[in-house]
């Protein structure tokens, strides 16, 4: 149960992060500019060769952006989620993070205040590409195909994904020594990630393809995020989609708990007195 | 210098010591770097740790905030150890880092702001109290200032009043006046120490700066991982026969390393 200081505490994780993230305004600028790039780049290279047939959630034929907005929605997340576990590196190396561990707060409650204060500023991010889509829409640049409720409805699916992506970030954090190794994992993590997935492309397209690389894409739990948030935008529940992400969350969550390692860095650098 | 201290009897069995180090050991490796530590700072104690690089300082500061876990011994703070009460055993502890931990991008009130979070204090308390903390640093008509605009004096002292927001029993300053100028060194010294003498905080200070220790202080020197000197700063200089706490240090670690050959 969240005593009094943990809700203030919580509070206050969250104040910083979106103090933080506001004053970043590249961040914030790139965390939109770089989906909406794609959308618009990539859609309208697309959409007069690439319909695709009625597939679920979709019951008609859509154009490619209307497919492209729920990949690039989690891609949003999941750029997030690395970089909130970036910023939980840099606090450790810089000192900041000790501020933190020195309050009366568990260890376990401090990392999923974290998480969540990550989760918060993904949705922001995400609201702000869909409603800068939505004014794409409003000019005919690009069909989105949501319904009003849509937007309600995905928030949950949101909360989810960004729980998953947030805390597969925290644990390779928790095993990233220096913030210089970070880009490895930028390389090695993110971009393998977001394209051996549905989010460019559907599943069953991929398949006719290459079965290998769609069986690869089956084990990815990006693609359930994909696809929960792309059934939770039509207003639709895709049970297989909950279940695997949030199990991977759970287990992403236990092993970042387990790893986090607060002294990391104290040690190796030796600091001597 | 005050002599409030001087005249202070402090008897662990009277008084429920701020912070209790027992039989703390501590290895690296095969290499040991803390080896059964015992001491105690009651309230208004000013004590100051010394020793040399790679006496075991850090680690023993790390021990204290729990950033290391402690494998041998105990470690108490206010009477609650952190077996029995975990992180909660943290909440009458205020810390002042060597390094700056402040967050650059914010301003000195959203910095206080967020920690007073942390420590879940109200919103009505923690404006009192940022106001007050700065002001006795003279910091606060600099609150709305973003910490990356103030210099290195001015963080240290924001740094000063943020530990001191949540009014803690024990304040833990490791090597605070590192690269500050002459009068910043001076005004962040007698600050802790008034801290100590009239509201009665325990202080646990580390440096090298031996001009920062006042003679009515509380002194503990440790080397190689061990304490070899606890006392008040006038019965070591006393027993050693020396005339100032530089001559005393110098003094006790030439006679340690004797002993040890």
Known sequence: ?273 | MTDLATDQDFTSEDVTPAISIDGVSYNYGKRKALDDVSFQVLPGQFTALLGANGAGKSTLLSLITRLFDTAHGTISIDGKSFTSHGSKALAPLGVVFQQTTLDLDLSVRQNLRYFARLRGLPSTFATKRIEETLSALEMFERVDERVRDLNGGHRRRVEIARSMLHQPKLLLLDEPTVGLDIHTRRVIVNHIHKLASEENVAVLWTTHLMDEIWDEDHLIVLDKGKIIEDGTVKEILAKNGASSVSDAFESIIVQEEERLR
Not at chain 1, 170 to 186: I, R
Not at chain 1, 214 to 219: E, K, V
Not at chain 1, 255 to 271: E, F, H, M, N, T
């Open chain 1, 1 to 273: 149960m969240m005593d009094g200081l943990m809700i203030r505490a919580l509070y206050g994780i969250l104040y910083r992060e979106f103090l933080r993230f506001f004053q970043q305004r590249a961040r914030f600028l790139s965390a939109l500019v770089r989906p909406l790039i794609w959308l618009l780049v990539f859609s309208a290279g697309w959409r007069q060769t690439q319909g695709l047939a009625p597939y679920p959630p979709y019951e008609t034929y859509i154009p490619y952006e209307v497919y492209m907005i729920p990949g690039l929605c989690a891609m949003i997340q999941l750029f997030n989620g690395m970089q909130s576990s970036l910023s939980m590196i840099y606090d450790r190396e810089m000192g900041s993070m000790r501020v933190l561990l020195t309050t009366p707060l568990p260890r376990w409650f401090i990392l999923v205040a974290r998480l969540f204060a990550g989760v918060a500023v993904s949705l922001l991010q995400v609201y702000a590409f869909l409603a800068i889509a939505f004014i794409f829409t409003y000019f005919e640049f690009l069909e989105l195909d949501i319904e009003p409720l849509g937007y309600i409805t995905v928030l949950p699916a949101l909360v989810l994904c960004g729980f998953m992506l947030g805390a597969l970030g925290m644990a390779l954090s928790a095993t990233v020594k220096q913030l210089e190794n970070f880009a490895g994992v930028m390389n090695f993590v993110i971009f393998p990630m977001f394209f051996i997935s549905s989010a460019l492309f559907p599943l069953w397209r991929i398949k006719d393809l290459s079965y290998t690389f769609y069986q690869f894409c089956t084990y990815n739990p990006f693609t359930y995020a994909v696809e929960l948030i792309r059934f939770a935008l039509h207003g639709q529940f895709y049970g297989e989609g909950v279940l695997v992400v949030a199990i991977t969350s759970i287990i992403a969550l236990g092993l970042a708990i387990y790893a986090y390692d607060p002294s990391r860095g104290l040690k190796a650098k030796g600091k001597k007195g």
